[in-house]
Structures are given as C-alpha cells and as structure tokens.
C-alpha cells in the first residue's frame, strides 16, 4: 500500500469557520457531522480526527512520518466511534483517492471541498480544491497558513 507524506491540518481560525485545532489531521466530513453555521449550497467542510471539530478550510502540511489510506481510515473510523473491523476495500479506496488528491498540492496551500454536480451521468462527488485569499494580505496569508 503507497504511504503518503501530506495531509490536510486544522488552522483554528474561526473568524473563517475552521474551528479544528491548529495542526490536527482533518478528513471530509461524513453525513452524520454539522458545521457550525451555514455554507453554501456546494460546499462543504472537513473535521478533524482527533475531537471532529468541523473546518471550513484546511492547510496542507508534510508529516514526519508518513502514513497509507488504511491508517488515515482507521484514525477516522476510531474518532467516530466506529468499529475499524469494519473497513473495507471500497472504503480504503476513498481515502486513497483523497490522500493521492491531497499529494498533489505543495505544502502551505489553503484547501477547501465542495460538491461537485455531473449532469450526464446524473452523480454528485466530493473533491478538494486549492483556495485563493485574494482579500487577505500576505502577513495575513502566511499568520493563518505559514504555521
């Protein structure tokens, strides 16, 4: 199994809804977490693993030691109370999917998910996506994602 080096960490901002500890792992969330206030309609938000603190947008930073789609699983299924027994290969596949998105990036990148709607096949899926600050100043920028 490919091991990954980056994830996507909390930056506990909550002026811009990402109220997940500073530095803690974040994955998509599921259906059964609430963010606190309201998004638009596509969007959507990450959480962390360590306490499910929901986060509007994360940072890509690099981890000392890497980790594989089954770790990050069984990290997030333990955070949800879930039983790991029951992770599959389909779901080590989704979290795959999300890490080899996230390996993409360079470090210090803001990212944030959104719904992404096909028309033809009629299907709804969940991608992550670089995000531009354009109304933050550089000091801003690097105080909230230079960590």
């Known amino acids: 199994m490919k091991k990954y080096n980056k994830v996507i960490v909390g930056i506990e901002k909550e002026d811009i809804q990402c109220f997940a ?12 977490d609430k963010m606190k206030g309201r998004l638009p309609k596509e969007h ?6 360590v306490n499910r603190k929901p986060s509007r947008y994360g940072v890509v930073k690099e981890v000392e030691n890497s980790l594989t789609a089954l770790d990050l699983a069984k990290l997030d299924y333990q955070s949800r109370g879930l039983n790991e027994e029951e992770i599959n290969s389909e779901i080590v596949n989704v979290y ?30 969940l991608r992550v996506h670089k995000i531009f600050f354009t109304n933050f100043s550089d000091r801003a920028k690097n105080d909230y994602f230079g960590f």
């Open 21 to 32: 500890k500073r530095g803690d792992i974040l994955v998509q969330a599921s259906n059964t």
């Open 96 to 125: 795959e999917e999300y890490l080899a998105k996230i390996s993409t990036f360079t470090i210090d990148v803001p990212v944030a998910t959104t719904w992404l709607y096909k028309k033809i096949p009629k299907e709804k899926i």
């Open 44 to 49: 959507h938000f990450f959480v962390s693993i």
